[in-house]
């Protein structure tokens, strides 16, 4: 199978390796590796001070890699939980693509060295189709000497909307101080100044920028509590890892009902 999937439950047959004539546990077995699945739980799920203790509660697996088990040793069922713990790829950070023009004192430089040399005189000429001209070879020339480029930035580099350029620029001279004083290029007293004024200005540019968010959805609640919940930082996604469990023969998909259960887990796992 191309997909990794997991097969659980109580299989009512031993497959514990001390215990080689067990119903069914060859077929098992076989049907199971023919199919690319390996039994994860290898310890004791059902004890018996009587008889011999098996092993009829198995989680079969088919991923390449080698997931961790347990057995929970509880006496809330004669049966030992059974736990298996997987590695889920991190879901990948959510990135913003922003434009800028690239601008520099040499792109400036020969900008008005372009524009000191190009003939404009036809623009003292009124007529229409000359100032379209200008507009155009002007605004060509324009992007010519200071490109749009595009790059990505991180969800909470987006979400700091108060972080100007130049703060951003100071935030780098903050850290370039600090590695100075490290090396003693510079004194620390220079790098804490630096700091807590660049903390004052970063507050005083926040505030701003939320007064300004505030002013612009006067006429719209809805944005308001938007920008309310954007501070308080409640809108993250609260979406399950976990989005269906199988319950004996119920299947659940309500996301209420999910986190009952793991509550309910996790309550009789404390009490063990």
């Not at 509880?74 to 601008?103: A, G, M, N, W």
């Amino acid at each position: 199978m191309k997909n990794v999937s997991t097969i659980a439950g109580d299989f009512n047959i031993d497959i514990s390796l001390n215990n080689e004539k067990s119903y069914c546990s060859k077929d098992l077995s076989d049907m199971m590796r023919a199919n690319g699945y390996y039994n994860v739980i290898t310890n004791v799920t059902r004890p018996n001070n009587v008889k011999q203790s098996t092993t009829i509660d198995h989680i079969w697996h088919n991923s390449k890699e080698s997931p961790k088990s347990y057995t929970l040793q509880t006496d809330i069922s004669d049966h030992f939980p059974c736990i298996i713990l997987q590695e889920t790829p991190r879901p990948s950070p959510v990135q913003k693509v922003i434009s800028y023009r690239s601008v520099s004192n040499n792109r400036k430089a020969s900008f008005l060295l372009h524009i000191r040399n190009t003939d404009f005189s036809y623009v003292n000429k009124k007529h229409l189709s000359l100032d379209i001209k200008f507009m155009q070879e002007f605004y060509t020339s324009y992007d010519n000497y200071f490109p749009i480029r595009h790059k990505k930035i991180s969800e909470k580099r987006a979400k700091n909307g108060w972080l100007t350029k130049a703060l951003l620029t100071s935030i780098r001279e903050k850290h370039r101080l600090l590695k100075n004083a490290g090396m003693g290029i510079s004194t620390r007293q220079t790098y804490l100044a630096y700091s807590t004024l660049l903390k004052k200005l970063i507050r005083k540019s926040k505030a701003l920028f939320f007064e300004d968010k505030f002013k612009q959805s006067q006429a719209d609640p809805r944005s308001t509590w938007g920008t309310i919940n954007g501070i308080l930082n409640r809108n993250k996604s609260k979406s399950s890892c976990i989005n269906k469990l199988q319950i004996n023969n119920e299947t659940i998909t309500d996301e209420q009902d999910i986190d009952s259960q793991r509550i309910k887990c996790i309550f009789h796992h404390n009490r063990s």
